[in-house]
């Protein structure tokens, strides 16, 4: 049997008892296993500094009067152990919760059957992906940066300061490793080559092989994806080879006591690595006041760990956590309660972490920590250099992003078989939304029995539409945002969106709408704050994110939807609630709450390249605007978009057909009862940086055709259709578009208030 140590309760000593006495009313138990022998032996250590700083906590008292109880057992790092150990942690020991099980395949082994139990799985020391799904696993929850977002950091650097590199990487040839090894080539999008890529076995004693293999390949930069035990190995062997690449390391093993010491500093040289927490020894990050009380705790509670080891430190922070956690369930010690304060940390920032990086979870967010800042190894200490980095892109989190990313020409010809004759599929958006009701407007309109018909598909959105059009079979078109498909482009997300993509006509703008307690004044004030952008296949998710990165502004994401999230911000669980549809939002129309208001979003020069200025009046929420007046704002552009079809293709002829009867019938859709956002569609209003449908510009051409030598701008607003026969009166701007009257009067209103200052 595995040796039991029992922290709290016996101050750390080892005991070989069958199991522990049951839980008395004043303790809080606590499970845990860790690799004591093993292969991953190094980090023993983690789970022996947690018991310390429980044994502390209960030497001041406990938690809210309770103490803290930690039975610990050794997997040796092999997760059939790691199976056996916890189910007799839950069933045996009867633990409220298990804390910081150490690996990758380990907490895989043991995910399911606690989620089972709904049993909390607090902190997982992986830095896997699989501790973030929430829906699917709502017990588990991560600790560690994932090494998908290590990896693209290393990314981020190389392709900043290195872009002409040759890679090799040496990898753990498991879950772990080939993350890592994913979020490498996610992270360098094909800019740069990978020459050689070495997996190795945990149970190979040495990686010869390997580094020869590599050396070989004439890679000049080498990564290692490893534990402890093979970084070692890899460091003292490229030196014996007298190979020196630029050399990275994974933050799981660039502890200076358990690798670089036994690698031997002198090779160390140079090495660097990505880190969130500070080194044990590293007094001046610290601050004297953090640093002389984490010397006083390993000293006094353990003395034969070095403060030198990386991993002590990691304990540290997930004891400290812990504690937290504990501390905020008060009374309510429900594995329900628990699991909930685990999901409400809010902006905290543990002593020896590095400064700016800070833990925030939510129900939809599982992973505390998604920053880490580079450093490098030199004369004897690692040091710390350029920004706080984030692995993780906001876009990355949506699914259908990702799909737009691997998306191939070859599924074109498996969709053209699916053709139906005058029939026109269009993707719009979520149940209630601008785009539905504009899809059912123009299925209520076009729709003219066998000669066409139109098919309104509900979706979650433009992100989901883009994919949509891509990839599902029979849809043909759909509403989309003008920024959503600036930011796949400008983000990489997919190949030549430019030439794939084309749009038909822009058809009207969507507001910008913050919703927030009187207590945020402007957006400035979400710098740090926790704010709902909608699910991440949605509209407002795409241009939320897009928005924030160009005024440099930083919150903290939530993904749920806007209407579903009003009893969160009541509560004081999130700090905003950012909605994008077109005014007047039914559900935010009928909000009446004095501690609530509209938050303004100002014209900034940021912010104009992609977006225009509007304005939400109290006409529209007479709830959240004093009567007569306004909140300034800004608007993106909806198109209609759709693949980019040959022109001798049947699909081509099924949207040359859509654009004919829609544009004829636009005066029709510009009245009562269609939405009225159809007053804002502008046919001949360019979208910049994209290609117009062949057939929409044909089609604009003969009935619409510019007097020459005018323009058009994005900006211009709703042209009311006229007869096919004749051309309309060319308007000045401001005649013909509200939102641009609107934004004379914006700009008239500004001059004049910086004139009177």
Same mark, same amino acid.
């Given at each position: 049997?595995?040796?039991?140590?029992?922290?709290?309760?016996?101050?750390?000593?080892?005991?070989?008892?069958?199991?522990?006495?049951?839980?008395?009313?004043?303790?809080?138990? !606590?499970?845990?296993?860790?690799?004591?022998?093993?292969?991953?032996?190094?980090?023993?250590?983690?789970?022996?500094?947690?018991?310390?700083?429980?044994?502390?906590?209960?030497?001041?008292?406990?938690?809210?009067?309770?103490?803290?109880?930690?039975?610990?057992?050794?997997?040796?790092?092999?997760? #059939?152990? #790691?199976?056996?150990?916890?189910?007799?942690?839950?069933? $045996?020991? =009867?633990?409220?919760?298990?804390?910081? &099980? !150490?690996?990758?395949?380990?907490?895989?082994?043991?995910?399911?059957?606690?989620?089972?139990?709904?049993?909390?799985?607090?902190?997982?020391?992986?830095?896997?992906?699989?501790?973030?799904?929430?829906?699917?696993?709502?017990?588990?929850?991560? @600790? /560690?940066?994932?090494?998908?977002?290590?990896? =693209?950091?290393?990314?981020?650097?190389?392709?900043?300061?290195?872009?002409?590199?040759?890679?090799?990487?040496?990898? =753990?040839?498991?879950?772990?490793?080939?993350?890592?090894?994913?979020?490498?080539?996610?992270?360098?999008?094909?800019?740069?080559?990978?020459?050689?890529?070495?997996?190795?076995?945990?149970?190979?004693?040495?990686?010869?092989?390997?580094?020869?293999?590599?050396?070989?390949?004439?890679?000049?930069?080498?990564?290692?994806?490893?534990?402890?035990?093979?970084?070692?190995?890899?460091?003292?062997?490229?030196?014996?080879?007298?190979?020196?690449?630029?050399?990275?390391?994974?933050?799981?093993?660039?502890?200076?006591?358990?690798?670089?010491?036994?690698?031997?500093?002198?090779?160390?040289?140079?090495?660097?690595?990505?880190?969130?927490?500070?080194?044990?020894?590293?007094?001046?990050?610290?601050?004297?006041?953090?640093?002389?009380?984490?010397?006083?705790?390993?000293?006094?509670?353990?003395?034969?760990?070095?403060?030198?080891?990386?991993?002590?430190?990691?304990?540290? %922070?997930?004891?400290?956590?812990?504690?937290?956690?504990?501390?905020?369930?008060?009374?309510? %010690?429900?594995?329900?309660?628990?699991?909930?304060?685990?999901?409400?940390?809010?902006?905290?920032?543990?002593?020896?972490?590095?400064?700016?990086?800070?833990?925030?979870?939510?129900?939809?967010?599982?992973?505390?920590?998604?920053?880490?800042?580079?450093?490098?190894?030199?004369?004897?200490?690692?040091?710390?250099?350029?920004?706080?980095?984030?692995?993780?892109?906001?876009?990355?989190?949506?699914?259908?992003?990702?799909? !737009?990313?691997?998306?191939?020409?070859?599924?074109?010809?498996?969709?053209?078989?699916?053709?139906?004759?005058?029939?026109?599929?269009?993707?719009?958006?979520?149940?209630?939304?601008?785009?539905?009701?504009?899809?059912?407007?123009?299925?209520?309109?076009?729709?003219?029995?066998?000669?066409?018909?139109?098919?309104?598909?509900?979706?979650?959105?433009?992100?989901?539409?883009?994919?949509?059009?891509?990839?599902?079979?029979?849809?043909?078109?759909?509403?989309?945002?003008?920024?959503? %498909?600036?930011?796949? $482009?400008?983000?990489?997300?997919?190949?030549?969106?430019?030439?794939?993509?084309?749009?038909?006509?822009?058809? @009207?703008?969507?507001?910008?709408?913050?919703?927030?307690?009187?207590?945020? #004044?402007?957006?400035?004030?979400?710098?740090?704050?926790? *704010?709902?952008?909608?699910?991440?296949?949605?509209?407002?998710?795409?241009?939320?994110?897009? *928005?924030?990165?160009?005024?440099? !502004?930083?919150?903290?994401?939530?993904?749920?939807?806007?209407?579903?999230?009003?009893?969160?911000?009541?509560?004081?669980?999130?700090?905003?609630?950012?909605?994008?549809?077109?005014?007047?939002?039914?559900?935010?129309?009928?909000?009446?709450?004095?501690?609530?208001?509209?938050?303004?979003?100002?014209?900034?020069?940021?912010?104009?390249?992609?977006?225009?200025?509007?304005?939400?009046?109290?006409?529209?929420?007479?709830?959240?605007?004093?009567?007569?007046?306004?909140?300034?704002?800004?608007?993106?552009?909806?198109?209609?978009?759709?693949?980019?079809?040959?022109?001798?293709?049947?699909?081509?002829?099924?949207?040359?057909? %859509?654009?004919?009867?829609?544009?004829?019938?636009?005066?029709?859709?510009?009245?009562?009862?269609?939405?009225?956002?159809?007053?804002?569609?502008?046919?001949?209003?360019?979208?910049?940086?994209?290609?117009?449908?062949?057939?929409?510009?044909?089609?604009?051409?003969?009935?619409?055709?510019?007097?020459?030598?005018?323009?058009?701008?994005?900006?211009?607003?709703?042209?009311?259709?006229?007869?096919? *026969?004749?051309?309309? &009166?060319?308007?000045?701007?401001?005649?013909?578009?509200?939102?641009?009257?609107?934004? /004379?009067?914006?700009?008239?209103?500004?001059?004049?208030?910086?004139?009177?200052?």
């Amino acid at each position: 049997m595995a040796a039991l140590v029992v922290a709290a309760m016996a101050g750390s000593a080892i005991s070989n008892q069958a199991h522990a006495a049951p839980p008395g009313p004043n303790e809080i138990r !606590i499970g845990n296993t860790a690799p004591y022998t093993g292969p991953a032996s190094a980090y023993g250590v983690i789970a022996k500094v947690i018991a310390a700083y429980l044994d502390k906590i209960n030497a001041e008292g406990g938690i809210n009067g309770r103490k803290v109880s930690m039975i610990t057992y050794d997997d040796a790092y092999e997760p #059939t152990k #790691t199976m056996e150990m916890t189910r007799k942690l839950v069933e $045996d020991d =009867q633990v409220l919760l298990t804390l910081g &099980t !150490i690996g990758t395949n380990t907490n895989a082994a043991i995910q399911p059957y606690l989620n089972s139990k709904k049993v909390p799985q607090l902190f997982a020391l992986s830095g896997a992906a699989a501790w973030d799904q929430p829906r699917e696993f709502p017990w588990t929850i991560g @600790f /560690l940066p994932t090494y998908t977002a290590e990896a =693209q950091i290393f990314a981020q650097y190389l392709l900043e300061n290195h872009p002409r590199s040759r890679i090799a990487v040496l990898y =753990q040839d498991d879950g772990m490793g080939k993350e890592y090894l994913k979020g490498l080539k996610d992270g360098l999008g094909g800019k740069m080559p990978i020459v050689s890529e070495a997996p190795y076995k945990v149970t190979d004693t040495n990686i010869d092989a390997q580094m020869a293999k590599m050396k070989a390949s004439g890679a000049d930069v080498l990564i290692e994806f490893t534990t402890p035990k093979f970084a070692v190995m890899a460091i003292r062997r490229s030196a014996e080879l007298g190979w020196k690449p630029l050399q990275f390391a994974a933050s799981i093993s660039n502890s200076y006591s358990a690798v670089i010491q036994p690698a031997g500093p002198q090779n160390a040289e140079g090495l660097l690595s990505a880190a969130y927490r500070l080194e044990g020894e590293d007094s001046a990050a610290a601050g004297d006041a953090v640093f002389r009380e984490w010397s006083a705790f390993m000293q006094r509670y353990v003395p034969s760990v070095s403060k030198t080891n990386g991993q002590a430190v990691l304990g540290y %922070l997930v004891g400290r956590l812990t504690v937290e956690v504990l501390k905020n369930c008060g009374d309510d %010690l429900s594995r329900e309660n628990i699991m909930k304060q685990a999901r409400l940390l809010k902006g905290i920032q543990l002593p020896m972490m590095v400064q700016g990086i800070l833990i925030n979870t939510s129900p939809s967010d599982h992973a505390p920590i998604e920053q880490m800042r580079m450093m490098r190894f030199t004369n004897g200490q690692w040091q710390h250099f350029g920004p706080v980095r984030s692995g993780i892109d906001p876009g990355a989190v949506s699914d259908s992003f990702k799909t !737009i990313f691997k998306y191939g020409t070859a599924t074109k010809r498996d969709l053209a078989n699916q053709l139906n004759a005058n029939t026109v599929s269009l993707m719009t958006g979520s149940f209630g939304s601008t785009y539905a009701q504009v899809g059912a407007d123009l299925a209520s309109v076009l729709d003219s029995g066998t000669s066409l018909r139109i098919l309104p598909v509900m979706g979650r959105g433009s992100v989901q539409a883009v994919s949509d059009i891509l990839l599902l079979r029979g849809v043909d078109a759909g509403i989309v945002r003008k920024d959503t %498909l600036s930011y796949l $482009d400008r983000k990489d997300f997919a190949k030549d969106i430019r030439n794939q993509f084309v749009y038909v006509a822009k058809m @009207f703008n969507e507001e910008m709408h913050v919703l927030a307690p009187r207590t945020i #004044t402007s957006m400035r004030d979400l710098d740090g704050k926790t *704010v709902v952008v909608d699910l991440p296949d949605s509209s407002t998710f795409v241009t939320a994110i897009n *928005v924030f990165e160009r005024l440099g !502004i930083r919150p903290h994401l939530i993904y749920q939807e806007p209407r579903l999230a009003l009893d969160m911000l009541r509560k004081g669980e999130v700090d905003a609630i950012v909605a994008i549809e077109g005014k007047p939002l039914q559900w935010l129309n009928q909000i009446n709450d004095r501690n609530l208001h509209l938050v303004p979003v100002e014209y900034a020069k940021q912010v104009q390249e992609e977006y225009l200025p509007s304005k939400l009046s109290s006409a529209d929420y007479p709830g959240l605007v004093p009567e007569g007046g306004f909140v300034e704002t800004i608007a993106a552009e909806a198109v209609l978009a759709s693949y980019n079809w040959a022109p001798n293709s049947d699909r081509y002829r099924r949207l040359a057909l %859509l654009v004919d009867t829609m544009f004829d019938k636009v005066s029709q859709l510009q009245r009562p009862p269609f939405h009225p956002k159809w007053k804002e569609m502008a046919p001949r209003a360019t979208v910049s940086g994209w290609t117009r449908f062949k057939a929409a510009q044909e089609w604009l051409d003969r009935n619409m055709p510019l007097p020459p030598g005018s323009a058009v701008s994005a900006a211009s607003g709703a042209v009311p259709a006229p007869a096919p *026969v004749a051309a309309p &009166t060319a308007l000045a701007p401001q005649d013909r578009d509200p939102l641009y009257r609107e934004f /004379l009067e914006w700009r008239a209103n500004r001059a004049k208030a910086s004139s009177n200052r």
